[in-house]
Nanobody, 122 residues
Framework: VQLQASGGGLVQAGGSLRLSCAAS????????MGWFRQAPGKEREFVAA????????RYADSVKGRFTISRDNAKNMMYLQMNSLKPEDTAVYYC????????????????WGLGTQVTVSS
């Protein structure tokens, strides 16, 4: 099971970034994918999740209307388009996966990738 997040960087408040997560084929098929983040001194928190078909998508209240999660099953890729970024979005972002949506939403997916740093300056 392999996941690799990328696309982080430094951006000014109000700007945009697009994160990508590459998954091994064995991981990707039929699994729920999710994004999480951890800011300095804070606990890791759920950001967004998407089921295999894309039929069910969930967002944390803090990112609704600004972030969009998507996936391309043919390419084994998941994305997080982040718009109208705020300094409080600064964190290390992780992609994760699990067969169960409930498990992902509860913050306990079994498989995690390495994170990518997102820094939003004011």
């Amino acid at each position: 099971v392999q996941l690799q997040a990328s696309g982080g960087g430094l951006v000014q408040a109000g700007g945009s970034l697009r994160l990508s997560c590459a998954a091994s084929a064995r991981t990707f098929r039929s699994y729920v994918m999710g994004w999480f983040r951890q800011a300095p001194g804070k606990e890791r928190e759920f950001v967004a999740a998407i089921t295999w078909s894309g039929g069910t998508i969930r967002y944390a209240d803090s990112v609704k209307g600004r972030f969009t999660i998507s996936r391309d099953n043919a390419k084994n890729m998941m994305y997080l388009q982040m718009n109208s970024l705020k300094p409080e979005d600064t964190a290390v972002y992780y992609c994760a996966t699990d067969p169960s949506l409930i498990t992902v939403l509860s913050g306990r997916p079994n498989y995690w990738g390495l994170g990518t740093q997102v820094t939003v300056s004011s």
